[in-house]
């Protein structure tokens, strides 16, 4: 199983641009699809992007459509999500996961995930 680390977060102005990375432990990064989920205050977490073992497909949440770019990296075993104009409303804890590649080529459920990275806040201001 991998361990799974976030960097990158912090504040920025509305129309900015963040890139989370996600590094993770172990030997066979490239055996799990990889998600970037987050969660605002007071609100359920979310699901915002995904991307296959292989790196050749790639799934968003409507929302971030176009803003936002999730991509993988299997020889660094790090995932990255490159967000661009930002809105007030991505402020949130954003959170990497994994979920084994048997179980899905993409995935948007939560509950497929069973390994999770700490967090890393988000803030946007307007």
């Known amino acids: 199983q991998v361990q799974l680390v976030e960097s990158g977060g912090g504040m920025v102005q509305a129309g900015g641009s963040l890139r989370l990375s996600c590094a993770a432990s172990?030997?066979?990064?490239?055996?799990?699809?990889m998600g970037w989920f987050r969660q605002a205050p007071g609100k359920e977490r979310e699901f915002v992007a995904c991307?296959?073992?292989?790196?050749?497909?790639?799934y968003y949440t409507d929302s971030v459509k176009g803003r936002f770019t999730i991509s993988r990296d299997n020889a660094e075993n790090t995932v990255y999500l490159q967000m661009n104009s930002l809105k007030a409303e991505d402020t949130a804890v954003y959170y990497c996961?994994?979920?084994?590649?048997?179980?899905?080529?993409?995935?948007?459920?939560?509950?497929?995930?069973?390994?999770w990275g700490q967090g890393t806040q988000v803030t946007v201001s307007s």
């Open positions: 996961a994994a979920a084994p590649r048997t179980r899905g080529t993409v995935l948007s459920a939560a509950r497929m995930y069973n390994t």
């Open positions: 172990g030997r066979t990064f490239s055996s799990y699809v």
């Open positions: 991307v296959s073992w292989s790196g050749s497909n790639t």
